[in-house]
């Protein structure tokens, strides 16, 4: 039997502000309902909704420890739960409580078993980035293959999911980044234009390859630095997607301007609402380690930090000098 001791390590904040409020020490470790399990973590990892709760953009009530997924091993599960036992493998989203810590109460809805041949750093991947990524793909835009999208930032953990996903689904992919180094890692991805923000012309460069049609599908998780260049770029009647605020919020839209840029479509998805149920939970992610096992989909790693770097992590999300996912090595489980 696997004894879970009373405090734990964990990532917390008191209330909202930059890095620094990120504090590293000791806390309860949290007790389980009968629907929930709880999982020693091994794998969590920095998402942008991460930054916004410790900011303030999204409301916590405090002290909060924040991370919103993670991959461990299950330590113990509540009476009602059925599909877990003590010692499976498994990833999860959307805890009871934050993934900063060294364990997590996590609804057993909200939870999938790994794979043998699935490690832990491909599991958190694959969870709030890659579960993101293909609900964007598969199920915000009713696409056909052969037609054109945008993502911006395609050398980012999501966007590089994206445009994989994207291409195996038959889309043509035209994707921004802002330096060579990041074209560069794009490019072995599979993107079919690949747009540098900080140096070419970026509606230029989309209408040249749509034949001045635009494209049928905008995914933005830039926000406010991006999403009149979103509008721009999309032909009419085409989708475009506001998934991210990582420059700032999009402001209010007037919906009589959508008129004037070809009777668009605008929609702000969360992930919440793709993951209804178990079962939607469990076939994305089935979809996306079948991808995983027939080499469709490919990770960029990014740095990884321990759970006293947390601080650090934060910075390098939010400076947009490093590539890839960014991962937090609670412990050396495996």
Same mark, same amino acid.
């Given at each position: 039997?696997?004894?879970?001791?009373?405090?734990?390590?964990?990532?917390?904040?008191?209330?909202?502000?930059?890095?620094?409020?990120?504090?590293?020490?000791?806390?309860?470790?949290?007790?389980?309902?009968?629907?929930?399990? !709880?999982?020693?973590?091994?794998?969590?990892?920095?998402?942008?909704?991460?930054?916004?709760?410790?900011?303030?953009?999204?409301?916590?009530?405090?002290?909060?420890?924040?991370?919103?997924?993670?991959?461990?091993?299950?330590?113990?599960?509540?009476?009602?739960?059925?599909?877990?036992?003590?010692?499976?493998?498994?990833?999860?989203?959307?805890?009871?409580?934050?993934?900063?810590?060294?364990?997590?109460?996590?609804?057993?809805?909200?939870?999938?078993?790994?794979?043998?041949?699935?490690?832990?750093?491909?599991?958190?991947?694959?969870?709030?980035?890659?579960?993101?990524?293909?609900?964007?793909?598969?199920?915000?835009?009713?696409?056909?293959?052969?037609?054109?999208?945008?993502?911006?930032?395609?050398?980012?953990?999501?966007?590089?999911?994206?445009?994989?996903?994207?291409?195996?689904?038959?889309? $043509?992919?035209?994707?921004?980044?802002?330096?060579?180094?990041?074209?560069?890692?794009?490019?072995?991805?599979?993107?079919? !234009?690949?747009?540098?923000?900080?140096?070419?012309?970026?509606?230029?460069?989309?209408?040249?390859?749509?034949?001045? $049609?635009?494209?049928?599908?905008? !995914?933005?998780?830039?926000?406010?630095?991006?999403?009149?260049?979103?509008?721009?770029?999309?032909?009419?009647?085409? %989708?475009?997607? %506001?998934?991210?605020?990582?420059?700032?919020?999009?402001?209010?839209?007037?919906?009589?301007?959508?008129?004037?840029?070809?009777?668009?479509?605008?929609?702000?998805?969360?992930?919440?609402?793709?993951?209804?149920?178990?079962?939607?939970?469990?076939?994305?992610?089935?979809? !996306?380690?079948?991808?995983?096992?027939? $080499?469709?989909?490919?990770?960029?790693?990014?740095?990884?930090?321990?759970?006293?770097?947390?601080?650090?992590?934060?910075?390098?999300?939010?400076?947009?000098?490093?590539?890839?996912?960014?991962?937090?090595?609670?412990?050396?489980?495996?």
């Amino acid at each position: 039997m696997t004894t879970v001791p009373a405090t734990m390590k964990a990532v917390y904040i008191d209330g909202p502000g930059g890095p620094e409020v990120l504090q590293y020490g000791d806390r309860p470790v949290p007790n389980i309902t009968p629907d929930q399990v !709880l999982v020693k973590v091994s794998r969590s990892s920095i998402n942008f909704i991460d930054v916004y709760h410790r900011t303030g953009l999204y409301k916590l009530q405090y002290p909060a420890v924040i991370g919103r997924d993670g991959a461990g091993v299950v330590v113990a599960v509540g009476e009602n739960v059925s599909k877990y036992t003590i010692g499976q493998r498994v990833a999860f989203v959307f805890p009871a409580a934050g993934a900063y810590a060294e364990y997590c109460a996590v609804p057993q809805s909200k939870v999938v078993a790994l794979a043998d041949d699935i490690d832990f750093d491909q599991a958190v991947t694959m969870m709030l980035q890659g579960l993101t990524a293909h609900y964007l793909v598969c199920d915000t835009y009713p696409y056909k293959p052969g037609d054109s999208i945008l993502i911006h930032a395609g050398a980012g953990g999501t966007g590089s999911l994206v445009i994989q996903i994207a291409k195996a689904k038959g889309l $043509k992919v035209i994707t921004t980044v802002s330096s060579e180094e990041k074209r560069s890692i794009v490019e072995k991805l599979g993107a079919d !234009l690949i747009i540098n923000s900080q140096t070419e012309d970026i509606i230029a460069k989309v209408m040249e390859f749509t034949e001045n $049609k635009g494209v049928r599908y905008v !995914l933005d998780g830039v926000g406010l630095a991006t999403y009149q260049l979103s509008m721009k770029c999309v032909g009419k009647r085409g %989708f475009v997607v %506001f998934f991210g605020n990582a420059s700032g919020p999009v402001p209010a839209i007037d919906p009589l301007s959508l008129t004037s840029h070809g009777s668009i479509f605008i929609t702000r998805p969360t992930l919440v609402d793709y993951l209804q149920t178990s079962e939607e939970l469990q076939d994305r992610f089935d979809d !996306l380690t079948n991808m995983v096992k027939e $080499k469709q989909l490919t990770f960029v790693n990014g740095p990884t930090f321990g759970l006293d770097e947390v601080q650090e992590a934060h910075r390098a999300i939010e400076d947009r000098s490093r590539v890839g996912k960014i991962i937090i090595k609670v412990s050396d489980d495996e």
